[in-house]
């Protein structure tokens, strides 16, 4: 059990993702020298002698008006308020600034545990400006370099002093994980807002607003789950600057560590391209998935028949039939439920495990009810079969020769698996082997 949360606030640009990264032991949060990278809250957990807590990356608030600063704001302020410590860091190298003044006169007003930190200092000559920050009113300013690693231990120590005694916080374990997924602007960070009832992610009609893979934990109809809101993918030739490629890798990572993919569609575009070649990347990674075509209620007359609308995808994408189709409205808030419903569904069918016996006798049935045909110089025969894993539910099966397996007669066992199984919107794994 967590024993807290502890919120990093600051400045743009002063280090927090840096330092964020390094407390909680990986690259979570992206990094780089353009103010503003970080917009939403980002969660993570780390641990410091022994203790163990919940840790928040902020937005850098700033008195300038950059585009999309009020949300920001309001998003440090969230989580600001969820906090039971907060650290507050400052660039050394730059001396207090209008935008420190700013993030202190809000810190103030909380309440809250504010362990200040000074980072950026690299080197000896720097040490004697960190006590200019005493004039912040803060209390005791400590130098750091969230680069370098300098003095981390010493934040850490004065975080943990801080920290409520007896407070106990769940952790990701037992919870359901499922990423959205989809290309930028078809209204992921809308439909997560609207699941979660809050303003959890910025929304914006600016591409790239959402960055990060971001998490967020909450309950269903007695489930937990752990929902990751993703950035847009964009075509590999539109990815022009380094924060739309780290952006793209952290999607890519929430793909592989998902139970589940939700892949998302801009009803008012149709299926394209990108679409497919997003529900390609949770496909080949064998992941459950299940497919959301959203803003139902601004597509155009001729398409709103939803039973000749999943014809038309199926048609597009037949590597996805077994995969669920629901039609959605984040702005109407119209079936949310129904999407997290689907996700413990797929889970589940992606969990499920068939007894060997019954395994067998299906695998019988098929042949003699659908002759192997000659492929390679030969016919193949299955002898017998057992699962060995599951998400996704792996199959082993024994054979004469692996290499006489025709990739047809490979489909229609796995229909014949999903006819007899529920394995709705879980990919099978078929692995065959020859019997020595």
Request: charged letters at 25%.
């Amino acid at each position: 059990m967590l024993k807290g949360i502890v919120a990093i606030v600051g400045a743009p640009n002063v280090g927090k993702s840096t330092l964020f990264n390094r407390m909680i032991g990986k690259r979570q949060a992206i990094t780089d020298n353009t103010p503003g990278l970080t917009r939403d809250r980002i969660y993570g957990e780390a641990e410091w002698l022994t203790v163990p807590f919940r840790l928040i990356d902020t937005g850098g608030i700033e008195v300038t008006k950059r585009p999309l600063q009020e949300q920001i704001r309001m998003q440090a302020t969230i989580a600001i308020k969820e906090a039971d410590v907060i650290i507050y860091l400052v660039d050394g190298r730059k001396g207090i600034n209008a935008d420190d003044l700013l993030v202190s006169s809000i810190l103030f007003k909380s309440g809250k545990p504010i362990i200040l930190g000074v980072n950026k200092i690299d080197d000896g000559q720097l040490l004697g400006d960190v006590n200019d920050y005493y004039r912040l009113g803060i209390g005791n300013p400590i130098a750091i370099s969230t680069l370098h690693g300098i003095g981390i231990g010493d934040l850490l120590d004065a975080v943990i002093k801080q920290l409520p005694k007896n407070k106990s916080i769940p952790s990701y374990q037992g919870h359901t994980q499922f990423a959205v997924v989809g290309r930028p602007n078809v209204g992921k960070s809308s439909l997560v807002n609207a699941i979660l009832q809050e303003e959890r992610v910025i929304v914006s009609p600016i591409e790239g607003t959402t960055r990060d893979a971001i998490d967020t934990t909450f309950q269903f109809e007695g489930t937990d789950y752990v929902m990751i809101d993703t950035a847009g993918l964009k075509k590999r030739g539109a990815i022009f600057e380094s924060i739309d490629k780290y952006a793209a890798i952290r999607s890519l990572k929430a793909i592989e560590r998902a139970q589940v993919v939700v892949v998302v569609i801009n009803a008012e575009d149709g299926l394209l391209e990108q679409d497919k070649h997003i529900a390609g990347f949770a496909f080949q990674a064998f992941k459950g998935m299940v497919l959301v075509v959203n803003k139902w209620d601004l597509a155009k007359k001729g398409d709103r028949d939803m039973n000749q609308y999943t014809k038309k995808l199926r048609l597009l994408m037949p590597f996805l039939e077994f995969v669920p189709v629901l039609y959605t409205s984040a702005l109407k808030k119209t079936r949310l439920d129904e999407i997290i419903r689907t996700v413990k569904q797929v889970y589940e069918a992606s969990q499920r495990r068939i007894p060997t016996a019954r395994l067998n006798e299906l695998l019988v049935d098929a042949q003699l009810m659908n002759q192997t045909p000659e492929f390679n110089g030969g016919r193949l025969r299955i002898y017998y079969g057992e699962q060995v894993s599951q998400n996704p539910p792996t199959f082993v099966l024994f054979c004469n020769k692996p290499t006489y397996m025709h990739f047809s007669y490979e489909r229609f066992l796995e229909n014949r698996l999903r006819e007899s199984f529920d394995f709705t919107g879980t990919p099978i794994k078929i692995i065959m082997r020859e019997r020595k």
